[in-house]
């Protein structure tokens, strides 16, 4: 019997294996998406990006990244269920900055939540991160819709809490829109702050993917490139944690 054909699901992972990470451009996203639903509510979808609410546990850069949350449960083959609104919780071992706190963001819109493109990307998590972790029967999910704006006395922070785990097993990061800004580059590290690679997430649907529990994370500032325009990074940030 021949081997079954390479996809590219292969490549993700002995990335993801080898090296704790893996970037992946946005048109090669789109492909596997769409082997897992539809995102023919994608313009919806990437609008409500304009819809967030301020993160009020920020008091020196929150009035500048906005966000949404959600929290959902999946069998390792079974549906992706919505759970009831809840806080995001993060220890001080994994965010020195706001850990040990129970932050209450406004909830994801139901319209969102429940389109084709959500559950399309979170599909394809539970299938991949699933084949990464065969042992795992269930997946706590959160995700959260960011905008970091940057202004021209201002940069913008992704990630002020600086190279850091969020506490979880895998982590998808999707770029949904840049709009007017520079820079904004993830760099992945090892414990002891070594760098093991960099890459900037500049076009819609490019990816990356992280196991959490291997590697560290952070997104340097975005500034604008016109100082007299509005300038914002959006991004979606899928978690998965094993449960069960």
């Known amino acids: 019997m021949s081997p079954a054909p390479r996809t590219d699901h292969d490549d993700f992972a002995q990335s993801l294996r080898g ?3 893996c970037f992946v451009d946005g ?15 994608w313009p919806a979808f990437a609008d409500s990006w304009n819809d967030l609410a301020p993160d009020q546990y920020l008091a020196s850069v929150g009035r500048h990244r906005r966000r949404r949350h959600a929290v959902f449960r ?6 992706i269920e919505r759970q009831p609104h809840q806080p995001h919780y993060q220890s001080l071992n994994y965010n020195a900055l706001q ?11 139901d319209a969102i939540a429940g389109g084709a493109s959500l559950t399309t ?12 972790a065969p042992q795992t ?17 201002e940069d913008g922070q992704p990630t002020p809490e600086g190279v850091h785990r969020d506490g979880v097993d895998y982590v998808l990061v999707l770029l949904i829109d840049r709009h007017n800004i520079l820079s904004g580059t993830t760099t992945i590290h090892t414990a002891d702050g070594t760098e093991l690679g960099s890459f900037t997430l500049t076009a819609p649907l490019d990816a990356a993917l992280v196991d959490d529990a291997r590697v560290f994370h952070g997104v340097t500032a975005v500034t604008p490139q016109d100082p007299q325009r509005e300038a914002h990074r959006d991004v979606l940030v899928v978690t998965f944690r094993k449960t069960g």
Do not use: Y
């Open 27 to 41: 048109e090669t996203m789109r492909g596997h998406l769409l082997q897992h639903g539809s995102l023919q509510d």
């Open 19 to 21: 090296d704790g990470f």
């Open 121 to 132: 990307v979170l599909g394809f998590c539970r299938d991949f991160f699933s084949t990464l």
């Open 74 to 79: 999946a069998g390792r083959d079974g549906a």
């Open 99 to 109: 850990g040990d706190i129970e932050r209450w963001f406004e909830p994801v819109h």
């Open 137 to 153: 029967q269930a997946w706590h999910i959160e995700l959260h819709q960011f905008r970091i704006e940057a202004r021209g006395d």
